[in-house]
């Protein structure tokens, strides 16, 4: 497995989200969502999961299941996920 130490953009977040868990209808994913809870953008913490895994594979970056909790937003989730990346195993 090849490791990259690319920085994940909101771009990309919000292009895993919508693979992973789709998007709700009337939220706008493109628009200034980078301090707006998951919640509120439809995605549960399922929906977080399986976008860490999506990470986890395309970046090869390890973020453990449980910090993931505490990054409400997409601006906390991108923070936590470009801080002291450390390649997958």
């Known amino acids: 497995m090849s490791t990259t130490t690319a920085t994940v953009t909101l771009a990309d977040l919000t292009r895993m989200l919508r693979e992973s868990a789709g998007e709700e ?5 493109d628009g200034d969502v980078i301090d707006t809870p998951f919640m509120e953008l439809g995605y549960d913490s399922l929906a977080l999961l399986q976008v860490i895994g999506q990470i986890q594979r395309e970046y090869g970056i390890e973020i ?6 505490d990054a409400e937003t997409p601006g906390a989730l991108l923070a936590l996920i470009n801080s002291g990346q450390a390649p997958a195993a």
């Not at 209808?25 to 994913?29: F, Q, R, S, T, Y």
């Not at 453990?64 to 909790?69: G, I, L, M, N």
């Open 64 to 69: 453990p299941d449980d910090a993931v909790v």
């Open 25 to 29: 209808e009337g939220i706008d994913l």
